[in-house]
């Protein structure tokens, strides 16, 4: 691609857990004239998308169904094609998105447990364990890292009790907050659906649903009993056109975002040089906001740093100030920040994303306006 | 908004029937940075977008839902909102669409029938009238223009034999190919739901499923006796998100695409000034290309222009030529067309869309570009 001709208007820095700040590059590629859905040219570029789609998540035999919608069509996804009505589904819940996983499963039918962490914690392996040995379950649903609380579960472990327990159950990411900023590894730890959204950790405006499947989850899938219960989240239809692209050829079901597309291809090339050094970059950018939070007199809402995420920071404010003073006070020292989103404690707590570029481009000073606007916000 | 900094780079016209060419407005606004999507600047723009798409659909009551989709979302909107499992569907079916629309209702449990027009034509009155005697149905669903014929039905005469026969059957309209191009009246005309996406005669890249309800609606849906089938289509979540914006607060089910709804508002704030003389525009070009065409020994599929639309034509390639060979002299002559679609006769035809700025912005000679082509296209 040729040098990025696009520079962004000065402008606050956007630091909620996603949107996020986006390249120039791929404002660049957004604002390409559209092109036809099914030419060579645009096959090309959702190929090559699949391809680093995979890459990003350390698998060669997933496969992309990258789609226009929020992350939430993924859980459609999951529950219209993978539980048939009446299967048992197992949510693994640390907050917010737990639920909404959940309430999406029983509108396609699903029977579903919970096996719930207090707020700010994960679920213990053993609680788990036990549920998984009580009931059999067609999925196992885990949130990598829930958007309300900032809690970071371990899904590798997750997936290595329910491959042990219950070998035919799938094991279901929710990767929306978490794919791009924390290291997942879709084929050794042997996961069968990792489902995300664009405006995160991908760094692309939202609008694209994405989600990958593994070779285990097709097949059940294709051995389904009864028809799919959803049309636009229908593999029936999604999959032959993903097979199609995968392989060079257009295919036509519904016609695909091609600018969101262009914005994700730009997001991909720059993400897939470095990986590793990417998700180093988000732990040294996590570790910093959340010291000087710390030292300011904000309190994590995870009750210890190993499952606080690395792409955002969620913080009860100090004693004595109230979110709604100090959010616009953040605003005023350059930075956008969210508010509480988990019922127990909503106004009691802001959200710091620091995801993509922000982290990654060190001249860009991100970080240092963060940890500046955190400074600013308690003075008196 | 200031002057738009965005030149496109020289390229061959999309004369597709979807996407389209789109402006630089709409490119420059799609390539500024993402912002919150509660921030008060979004939900400003937001409102604006709900305004502006009643105004292009002449309504002052309609609930416009705005959602990150393609315009296939909208059948599944319809299907699982407001057609419950078994209660009965009616299909104004005129081609592809049709079908598809069909399938949809039936993923989410509704009894299908089906009135059918022959390939070309539009459906009789009487067949619908007598259909609608014969069985209660929930909704009469008809495709203003099917995309895969060019065929134009007059939907204002549907809804009319609607309202007559069966007063509380709801009319849905499929808009995706007309909204914008072809005249809809939805107060007037007494249209329950038309359903459409961004990247047809709205003039945005594709990523948009823009549909909007009549107060009518919005009440069969509220006194639906079981829950609603679907998710990430479901009125009960979007419902209260859209009311939000409409009256100018956030509120948060999933992140709305920031990107596309500033080309989108873009795109809107240059249709909704003078939408009659757009009309004028897309009949203007619709009948010259239809003229040179004609001339050139392209027969028209729909039988008879009154029943043509006006924002795309659907031909068959001269006696003696083949669309494989036609298309890409068409390309050389630097516009791109899309093969045929209907499956009864896929390999004749060929598609050519003239929606949207192409029609209506005479200074960038894009409908004497196509008629070059076209001339060019059957020289010997």
């Known amino acids: ?117 207090p707020l700010g914690d994960v679920v213990p392996s053993i609680d788990i364990e036990r549920a998984l040995k009580k009931r059999k379950y067609k999925v196992i649903v885990v949130t990598h890292v829930d958007t309300s ?47 995300t959204a664009s405006q995160k950790g991908l760094g692309t405006p939202p609008g694209l649903s994405i989600l990958v499947a593994s070779t285990r989850a097709i097949k059940v899938f294709e051995n389904r009993k009864v028809p799919v219960t959803s049309y636009y989240a229908s593999w029936q239809k999604w999959l032959p056109i993903m097979r199609a692209y995968d392989s060079g050829s257009p295919a036509y079901f519904a016609t695909p975002p091609v600018n969101m597309v262009y914005a994700y291809h730009a997001s991909l090339k720059q993400l897939t040089v470095g990986l590793e050094e990417r998700f180093r970059a988000h732990q040294r950018a996590s570790e910093r906001i959340k010291a000087v939070a710390k030292q300011l007199g904000y309190t994590q809402i995870p009750k210890r740093s190993s499952i606080a995420a690395n792409g955002m920071t969620a913080i009860y404010v100090p004693d004595g100030f109230a979110p709604k003073e100090i959010i616009p006070r953040l605003t005023e020292h350059g930075i956008v920040v969210a508010g509480g989103l988990h019922k127990e404690v909503k106004d009691k707590y802001i959200r710091i994303g620091h995801m993509g570029t922000s982290v990654v481009d060190e001249r860009r000073g991100d970080v240092e306006t963060i940890e500046k606007a955190l400074k600013a916000s308690v003075r008196k």
């Open 1 to 117: 691609m040729p040098e990025s001709k696009i520079q962004q208007a000065p402008h606050k820095i956007l630091a909620i857990p996603g949107p996020i700040e986006v390249t120039n590059e791929v404002l660049d590629a957004i604002s390409q004239p559209p092109m036809s859905h099914v030419s060579p040219g645009f096959v090309k570029i959702f190929r090559e998308c699949m391809d680093m789609t995979r890459q990003v998540l350390y698998t060669t035999t997933g496969m992309p169904f990258i789609i226009a919608g929020s992350g939430t069509l993924g859980w459609d996804e999951v529950s219209s094609n993978l539980v048939e009505p009446g299967e048992a589904a197992l949510v693994v819940n640390t907050g917010y998105f737990g639920d909404g996983f959940s309430d999406c499963l029983r509108a396609y039918g699903a029977s579903v447990d919970h096996v719930r962490a």
């Open 149 to 195: 609380t900032g809690v970071l579960s371990d899904v590798k472990a997750v997936a290595k009790i329910a491959r042990k327990v219950s070998p035919e159950t799938l094991v279901i990411v929710d990767g929306v907050c978490s794919v791009a900023s924390e290291e997942i590894r879709m084929d050794d730890w042997d996961i069968d659906v990792i489902l």
